[in-house]
């Protein structure tokens, strides 16, 4: 299990863009005026959902927590695309 660091950060990129964006929609949404809570859902996932008592007590948890989630997709991620990868090299070779 070897991990490609630069897929890895190119996936943390999107990953914390996304996150971002999310929390921007879920902000909107609170707000009244617009935009969606269902995509921040997915990226609070699973810090924020498992251990919801502990990352609400402060800011900084909170944000150590997205940071957590995002390093998690992002590992999830270059692991996805690793084991596609492998399976496209295993199926040219037949």
Same mark, same amino acid.
């Given at each position: 299990?070897?991990?490609?660091?630069?897929?890895? @950060? #190119?996936?943390? %990129? %999107? %990953?914390? @863009?996304?996150?971002?964006?999310?929390y921007?929609?879920? @902000? +909107?949404?609170?707000?009244?005026? #617009? #935009?969606?809570?269902?995509p921040?859902m997915?990226?609070?996932?699973?810090?924020?959902?498992?251990?919801?008592?502990?990352?609400?007590?402060? #800011?900084?948890?909170?944000?150590?927590?997205?940071?957590?989630?995002? @390093?998690?997709? +992002?590992?999830?991620?270059?692991r996805?695309? +690793? +084991?596609?990868?492998?399976?496209?090299?295993?199926?040219g070779?037949?």
């Amino acid at each position: 299990m070897k991990i490609n660091f630069r897929i890895f @950060f #190119g996936c943390l %990129v %999107v %990953v914390a @863009f996304l996150t971002g964006v999310s929390y921007l929609a879920a @902000f +909107a949404y609170d707000e009244g005026t #617009g #935009g969606t809570a269902i995509p921040f859902m997915l990226f609070r996932f699973p810090t924020h959902t498992l251990f919801w008592d502990y990352f609400s007590q402060s #800011g900084y948890r909170y944000t150590l927590g997205l940071w957590i989630n995002i @390093f998690l997709n +992002a590992l999830l991620l270059e692991r996805a695309f +690793a +084991a596609i990868r492998s399976l496209m090299r295993r199926k040219g070779n037949r």
